[in-house]
């Protein structure tokens, strides 16, 4: 609409809402955001700071970190809800209904492929079939809608090996070669026999599940144990804050008011219980610094 650029995302919207009646929005990756919370979401998953503060696992998203943090927290007995089609269990029935998205197919009208739910299909047609074919290749100038099929297309240029692309008749996943799908397939499909853990009775329905048990229940974690007290911790970084009260040295200090700390997470609840107007300036700042020029009104 014009070329201001918003020093924040609340002045941004500002802008938008006065200069041009309109709501502000931010866009990335295709999708318009008109709150800033589920914008900071969405980057999060770029930055890779949705994170799993147990087993340091990363997610795109929070509902899908609190889904996972529920396989830590409870049993697997309260696991009842049960998918029929691939035999994962959760805990919560919403969980299940939205497991079960990733089984419908739907079918392109474009072109005939079959992709895994309406959020695969709207990002097939973003991606493939969208109005823009930015993806140019420099030795013929061919277009193409997305970088992969662009890369496939510039190996053949160089003369080198491209493997056949096959498709999963039981989940419509695409797979680099037919050995990638063979693996795929005994792996998550292959039922013919019940496989049971070697360090316990529990029986797997195939190798995926067995290994998601084994990395749940056996996960063996290094310690590392306090050689002033003996206690036990599972991480260098909780192994360092322990240490810090034995010292008395404190490792953080608050920028806002020099108040320090032995706990990086203490150090966390702090600013944003104590100094919330001044945490809230700083993590803005850190986001447009990381969004640079794409806070603007277009």
Known sequence: ?????????????????????????????????????????HLGGHLGSIVCDICGKVYKNTFHLELHKIDHEAKPEARQFKC??????????????????????????????????????????QKIHGKDTSQVCPTCGKDFRCMVSLARHIKAHLGLVTVERVQCDQCAKWFEGKQNLRNHIKAIHDESGQLQCDECQHVSPNRRALAHHKARVHRRRTVYECEQCGKKLFTKLNLREHLATHTNVPLYSCEFCGVTFNSNANKYSHRKSKHPKEWEALRQQKLMETMGPTATAT
């Open 1 to 41: 609409m014009c070329p201001y650029i918003g020093e924040t995302v609340p002045k941004l919207f500002q802008h938008y809402r006065e200069e041009h009646q309109t709501p502000g929005y931010i866009q990335c990756c295709n999708r318009k955001f008109f709150r800033r919370a589920r914008l900071l979401e």
């Open 84 to 125: 029929e089609l691939c035999n994962r269990s959760f805990h919560k029935p919403y969980h299940l209904k939205v497991h079960l998205k990733r089984h419908e197919r739907v079918q392109c009208t474009v072109c005939q492929k079959v992709l895994a739910g309406e959020q695969g299909l709207k990002l097939h047609m």
